[in-house]
């Protein structure tokens, strides 16, 4: 079933990225070209291995608490060391562990945050992975969510990141993944119905 779903999930960014490939490049002087790659465009510079059959696979935590005075939420975004993007807490399969185990470790180990984990995902979402040997890969992340229960005070990556509370409704403003935030929308609901699962 998992498989099926991925590639499904696949099968759907290729669709998109095939029409951008497909589309004929029109200049023109009433619409200023963009200073900054699209999400999209950097799927396409990803070349032959976005329509490969392996796609990289990550798990990932979209941690969330009580926001001061207990009005509504807040959710957690993280820079990464590298460029310095907000993003959310993710990583690579651990020999050993569930999905939502390690979004768990990555969650404590890149934010020191302690917290129970969705039983379910909430979704997934695609993006475009730097590898250390300078070349881009395409990667679908499944997402878990965390309700913070504490927060280290000594963590792994400590001092590596800045951290940022803000309300699940603004968090899209700040992450380039057009499906993260809609998983911050969708978050944003089920919160909103008082859900007693959040996943």
């Given amino acids: 079933m998992k498989e099926e779903c991925c590639k499904s999930w696949k099968s759907k960014i290729i669709v998109d990225c095939h029409i951008l490939l497909s589309t ?7 619409i200023p070209l963009a200073k900054k790659k699209t999400f999209l465009m950097k799927l396409a510079d990803t070349g032959g291995t976005l329509f490969a059959a392996d796609w990289l696979e990550q798990y990932a935590a979209i941690c969330f608490r009580r926001a001061a005075g207990g009005n509504g ?14 993003v959310i807490p993710k990583g690579s399969p651990m020999k050993g562990k569930t999905p939502r185990e390690v ?18 995902p909430l979704g997934r979402y695609s993006y475009v992975k730097r590898l250390d040997n300078g070349k881009d890969a395409p990667c679908i992340v499944e997402v878990f969510t965390v309700e913070t229960t504490s927060i280290a005070e000594t963590f792994k990556e400590q001092g590596q990141r800045q951290f940022l ?3 699940p409704t603004e968090a899209g403003g ?23 699962d959040i996943a």
């Fill in 165 to 167: 509370w803000v309300r």
């Fill in 174 to 196: 700040y992450v380039e993944e057009p499906e993260l935030r809609g998983l911050f929308a969708r978050l944003d609901a089920r919160l909103r119905e008082n859900s007693p």
């Fill in 24 to 30: 004929p490049f029109q200049p023109s002087s009433e």
């Fill in 103 to 120: 979004a768990a470790v990555e969650a404590f180990e890149e934010a020191g945050i302690k917290g129970k984990v969705g039983k379910k």
């Fill in 73 to 86: 939420f807040e959710v957690l975004l993280i820079t990464t060391r590298g460029s310095g993007r907000w």
